[in-house]
């Protein structure tokens, strides 16, 4: 596609339930990351993808988090037990691959807004 | 931890230059300074970024000091659409596990009024 799209755009769900958020990154885009941000805050790393592996799950908050990629493409971010403070807007964005002596830029998505009730 | 530190505000009136100011003290020889934006309700968008030489795109200018330990990102005729949060970060080069982790501080809230 033309852009990083995720879905969906808008989510509402119980405290406890489990939610699946979806990232579909720019086609070539090896590197796929997932941020959130809660309201009137800034950006909080979650995780990184490197084609299917991830390098760094050091921002994931509990072990209700997870994240998939399959096949270096969509990704899949998991919250299990939904708790109110999970509120936020989730953002995904992609790139390409890391080089020695180059650099680029991330494209984010518009993101998919969580509410837990 | 985020490693720049910017201003929490700033005003500019339409159609003036816009100056961003970021610190960026303890950057290595081996990170790019790269400037986003956020506008209300959208996810973050590039701007621009730079290792050391000052840089210019169709949307902003990035001047770096020698020393590379502060930056100041240029919007030069500033429109009521670059309202938005700017964001300054650093990013290693290359290939570490780190390269990933974009840090995102709280950024500096720019206003353009009429």
């Known amino acids: 596609g033309a852009g990083v799209s995720q879905s969906p755009s808008n989510k509402v769900t119980e405290k406890g339930k489990d939610v699946e958020l979806r990232c579909d990154p720019i086609s070539g885009h090896t590197a796929l990351y997932w941020y959130r941000q809660s309201l009137g805050q800034g950006l909080e790393f979650l995780i990184y993808f490197q084609g299917n592996s991830a390098p760094d799950k050091s921002g994931l908050p509990s072990d209700r988090f997870s994240a998939e990629r399959t096949g270096g493409s969509v990704s899949t971010l998991t919250i299990q037990r939904t708790q109110q403070e999970d509120s936020a807007v989730y953002l995904c964005a992609s790139s390409l691959a890391p080089r020695t002596g180059m650099n680029t830029e991330a494209f984010f998505g518009q993101g998919t807004r969580l509410t837990v009730v | 931890d985020a490693k720049t530190t910017q201003p929490p505000s700033m005003d500019c009136a339409e159609g003036r230059a816009a100056n961003l100011p970021c610190n960026h003290s303890t950057i290595s020889g081996n990170e790019y300074v790269y400037w986003y934006r956020q506008i209300h309700s959208q996810g973050p968008q590039y701007i621009i970024h730079g290792l050391k030489n000052n840089e210019t795109n169709e949307m902003a200018s990035l001047i770096i000091t020698e020393d590379r330990k502060s930056s100041t990102l240029i919007l030069p005729h500033a429109t009521l659409r670059d309202t938005a949060v700017y964001y300054c970060?650093?990013?290693?080069?290359?290939?570490?596990?780190?390269?990933?982790?974009?840090?995102f501080g709280a950024g500096t809230q720019v206003v353009v009024t009429p």
């Open positions: 970060i650093v990013r290693p080069r290359g290939t570490t596990d780190s390269w990933g982790k974009l840090q």
